[in-house]
Structures are given as structure tokens and as C-alpha cells.
């Protein structure tokens, strides 16, 4: 019964490279359907951004979308483990009040669980596709 | 048991013109901590705008946030909800629209928004989930 949080994550992180642009990260959003994307900077994780970071880092601060989207940023990423239980998940996020987690299996980023996907397992909405 | 719509919405909702701009929208969503602002016309409801909107709608397809206006973008959604409604009324409209958040609006007033959250949150309240802060911006 106990679910892991490789059921849960979305799997096969996207990503954009430090320098990309904010317009560049927002369409790799859309096109992928999701509201967060890891920033890889020289082949290494960098940090994660959000669609809504790119808001009120960017947006609200008047920086325009050509502007690259590493400075936008959150860093000190907190992971959690594929084959960890999505109760492990639920604890880092209050523990560290985060609401996404970069999922590691073997040394290497797998997916990203966020607290969306987690209500979603356990929630009355959970057939209707809604994330 | 039935719950209504006012104990469950977020109250006091932020209201900007549609003539507005989009930076402004995006300014208020980072001062007030808010991830949705309601949009009047002529000082009636006709929309909502998220900051997944913003960035859908905006960013991705090069528009200038300066210049462009909320009534713009804004969704086509007009399904509201009253303050009386019961909580399952607001489920099924969420449901069968595929929309995650709804405006209340009582006497013509927005008075507040209901998210997908705070369904699920009403749905199951001894769930760990409600208990983890959002921080704004949300990581």
C-alpha cells in the first residue's frame, strides 16, 4: 500500500542550462506540461525554477525574457530517494518547507515529486488529470 | 457535514483591472504572496489570471508584460461559485471543467477564489499535506 515515490514523481527531468533564457525556460514549461524546471549549469545541477518564480523573480523585478534564467533559481536542492515511500517525501517538504524534490536513483537526477503530485496520489481528483 | 464555500475559500481576494498590466499583476502576486488575481471589467468579474498564466501566456510567447493587459490574457472561464454553495457543488464544477481554481462572488462581489488545494485539503484534513507551508516564491 505504501506508495514510492517513483509512482508518484514525474519522471525524466527536463531541464534548461543556466544561460538559457526566462522566455526559453517558460516554453519549455508549456510544451512539457509542467511548472518546474531543473537548471543545469557546466553539466551539474544547479538549482530548480518554477513558473511562478519566473513571476515574481522576473516579471514583478521588470527583468525581460531574454534575461538568462540561472539567477532565477532556488538552490540547496533537497532530494529524495526513487525508492524511498512518498511518506519520506511528505516529512522533507515540511521538514524543509519546499514543495519539490529532485528524485535520485543511482547517482543521477530521475524525475521531480512535487507536493501537487503527492495530494494528487492520495486526493479525490486523482482520475480527472488535474496537476 | 455539508461544508460550504465560505469555509473553505481564501477570503479577500485581489481584484486588478483588466486594463491593468500584466507587471503589475505579477508585482502584487510577489508582495501579497498570492498566485491569483480576479479581473474586472466596467467593475464586473470576468476572469481570473495566475502566475501559470503569466508565464503560459506571456513569457513563453515573447509578449511584453509591460504592455500587455490583463483582460488579454485572462481565461475564459466564468464559472463561478456563491459563498452559499456547498462544497461538493464547487468539486463537481472543478471536476467536470478541468479548471483548478474558481472565483465566489456574492451580489455581483468577488469575496473570494477556491483552488484545487483547498478541496483537497477540505477532503481530507488529517493529511499530512495541508500541514507544509507554501512559501512564496514556491520552490
Not at chain 1, 66 to 90: F, H, I, K, M, N
Not at chain 2, 57 to 86: H, K, N, Y
Not at chain 2, 95 to 104: E, M, T
Request: aromatic content about 2%; hydrophobic content about 45%.
Amino acid at each position: 500500500m505504501n506508495a514510492k515515490v517513483r509512482d508518484v514523481m514525474t519522471p525524466g527531468p527536463i531541464g534548461v542550462d543556466y544561460y538559457q533564457s526566462i522566455g526559453t525556460a517558460a516554453r519549455t514549461m508549456r510544451d512539457w506540461g509542467v511548472g518546474a524546471v531543473l537548471v543545469v549549469s557546466e553539466q551539474a545541477l544547479y538549482g530548480l525554477v518554477t513558473d511562478r518564480d519566473l513571476v515574481v523573480r522576473a516579471v514583478a523585478e521588470s527583468r525581460g525574457p531574454d534575461e538568462p534564467v540561472g539567477p532565477l533559481s532556488s538552490r540547496d536542492l533537497v532530494g529524495v530517494d526513487a525508492d524511498d515511500d512518498t511518506a519520506v517525501a511528505v516529512a522533507l517538504m515540511r521538514e524543509h518547507a519546499v514543495r519539490r524534490l529532485p528524485v535520485i536513483e543511482d547517482g543521477q537526477v530521475a524525475g521531480i515529486v512535487s507536493l501537487g503530485d503527492l495530494a494528487l496520489h492520495n486526493d479525490p481528483f486523482a482520475r480527472t488529470g488535474l496537476g | 457535514m455539508t461544508r460550504k464555500v465560505r469555509e473553505i475559500m481564501s477570503a479577500a481576494p485581489v481584484c486588478m483591472a483588466a486594463s491593468e498590466s500584466v507587471s503589475a499583476a505579477a508585482m502584487a502576486m510577489k508582495e501579497r504572496g498570492i498566485g491569483t488575481v480576479l479581473v474586472l471589467s466596467g467593475g464586473r468579474f470576468s476572469g481570473l489570471v495566475t502566475d501559470r498564466d503569466i508565464t503560459i501566456r506571456v513569457l513563453a510567447e515573447d509578449r511584453d508584460p509591460r504592455t500587455t493587459c490583463l483582460g488579454d490574457i485572462c481565461g475564459s472561464e466564468l464559472a463561478v461559485l456563491s459563498p452559499d454553495d456547498d462544497v461538493e457543488a464547487a468539486t463537481r464544477i472543478v471536476r467536470d471543467r478541468a479548471v483548478r481554481r474558481l472565483a465566489v462572488i456574492a451580489d455581483g462581489t468577488p469575496v473570494g477564489v477556491v483552488s484545487i488545494g483547498d478541496l483537497a485539503l477540505d477532503q481530507d484534513r488529517r493529511s499530512a499535506l495541508p500541514q507544509i507551508p507554501a512559501p512564496a516564491p514556491n520552490r
